[in-house]
Each structure stands twice: as C-alpha cells, then as structure tokens.
C-alpha cells in the first residue's frame, strides 16, 4: 500500500519526468555526436584533383578530410611531370569524409623496354606487338615493296633499332611498310565526332598517319583532352575521295556542344 502511493505521489512523478527528461537529452545529443562523427546523410563533391601535384592534392584532400593514395604511375611526355592524371572516384562524384581517393600520377622519369622484332609482321601484328611492349607506332613510311602493307625497318629516332634496345616506355617507333609495286591509295576515313584515340586507330587501320591536332579555347584540362570530339578533319571525308598511304590527316577537336552540333548538320547536308 505505501509502495502504491509513492508511485503516484508528486515526488516519484517528479522524478520520473527529470529522469526521463535526462535520458531524452542524453539521446539527442549522442544521435547528434554519431551523425557528426560519422557525417550521416552528408556527401561531398570530390574535388578535380587532375594535372597537380601530389603535395597540392594532400593539402586540398585535407580541407575535405579525404585521405589520398597513389595507386600508380605512368609516364606521358607532353603532360607535368609528378601531377595526377587519373583518380578513383570521378571529380564530381558524392562520396563521405574520410573516403581514400585512389590516383594516378605521371611518372618523373619513364620505364625502360625492350625493343620487339616486328620486322617482317604485318601492320596491325606489328601495332598489338608494340602495346604489348609498352610502345607505340609512330610514322608510317611506305615504300615500293611487293610486300604491301609488311613491315620492313622499324626506326626509333630516325635510325633503325635492333630487338633488344631499351628504350623508354610509350616511345614512338616508325615503321618502313611496303605499299605495293604501284600507287595503291585508301579512302579517307570519316573521323567526324570521334574522339582522338578512336580517331588514330582508324587513322592507322588505314594506313594513314597522324597529322596536325588542333583542341579549340573550350579544351582547358586533361579531362577536356580525354572527351574533346573532332568536328572539323583534313582532308575532309568524302566517299571518293582517295589518299596515297601513309599520307597525313589533320585534326580539329572540341569539346563545345553547340560547335559539335552545327559541325554535325553541315556533315549531314554534305
């Protein structure tokens, strides 16, 4: 009977409500410290860290309490050497605080290779035995030859190369090809709307080379380079039109959608 009347006196309901008013606050604010130390619910923009260095990238990360990582390394000539040129995840992309972003850099000094026997092969084996070797085609030279479209030297700046060299990775070697006894000539191809590296591989399916690579005012970063289209090419495609192997095509690139589209309607009403 006294137990039944201190459970409904003022004083136990007293303390009942500021116990249970205590045990409120203390949830509110341990919710509000997890979400705190786990960032619930907030996402932020990983930041574009391509073409700085490591050193940049480390102080920019922190700002977002993002952690960094260097996953590997390549070496491209014409790019800075020690900035990034690839990460994981995208710019752009929502990711938490204390996410690892996973980078790319370009190497300060390139790997070394050894130098394949392409002699002999045809164009596109002696093409899938360069990438394999870490090595790329350079110019094609055609010469009279009955073994048409067969490599016959392989040269590396300027002068032949013997299988074996070392030579730095992602060097360019020109081949000497036959092109026949007579002038045998390939249709231009149609490189509109492609992007580049599309473009040289079918530049080189045709027995053709490279020439002038124009990027317009729209193409600023490395990430403009690896999306920017070509909207204008020379010689211009034309379904009679014929080249002499090995000739050059040169190359107008753009990442300006209104540019790319007008280019598109002119090369359809052509």
């Not at 500021?18 to 907030?42: D, E, N, P, R």
């Not at 299988?163 to 990775?169: Q, V």
């Not at 992602?170 to 092109?179: A, E, F, T």
């Not at 007579?182 to 020439?211: E, F, I, Q, W, Y």
């Amino acid at each position: 009977m006294n137990l039944l009347k201190f459970l409904i006196s003022k004083l136990f309901l007293k303390n009942l409500l500021y116990a249970i008013g205590i045990l409120m606050v203390l949830f509110f604010f341990s919710f509000i410290i997890l979400k705190i130390y786990t960032h619930h619910g907030q996402a932020i923009s990983v930041p574009n860290y391509t073409g700085l260095t490591l050193e940049e990238v480390v102080k920019k990360a922190r700002k977002n309490k993002f952690r960094v990582e260097v996953i590997d390394s390549v070496f491209i000539n014409n790019l800075p050497k020690g900035t990034v040129i690839e990460q994981n995840p995208n710019p752009g992309f929502k990711v938490k605080a204390n996410r690892r972003i996973f980078l790319t850099l370009n190497a300060f000094n390139p790997e070394k290779v050894k130098m394949p026997n392409i002699t002999g092969v045809s164009l596109r084996q002696a093409d899938g035995m360069l990438k394999n070797a870490g090595l790329e085609i350079g110019k094609l030279i055609f010469v009279p030859d009955i073994a048409v479209n067969n490599v016959l030297k392989q040269k590396y700046n300027e002068s032949e190369i013997l299988e074996g060299e070392l030579i730095p990775k992602g060097s360019k070697i020109d081949l000497v090809l036959g092109r026949g006894l007579s002038d045998k000539k390939t249709p231009v191809p149609n490189l509109h709307l492609l992007k580049l590296s599309t473009a040289k591989n079918l530049l080189l399916r045709s027995a053709l080379n490279v020439g002038a690579i124009i990027y317009d005012e729209s193409v600023i970063d490395l990430q403009d380079t690896l999306e920017a289209k070509i909207w204008r090419q020379y010689p211009a495609y034309k379904e009679s039109e014929l080249l002499n192997l090995g000739s050059t095509v040169d190359m107008w690139l753009s990442v300006d959608s209104i540019k790319l589209e007008l280019s598109d309607s002119i090369q359809i009403n052509n």
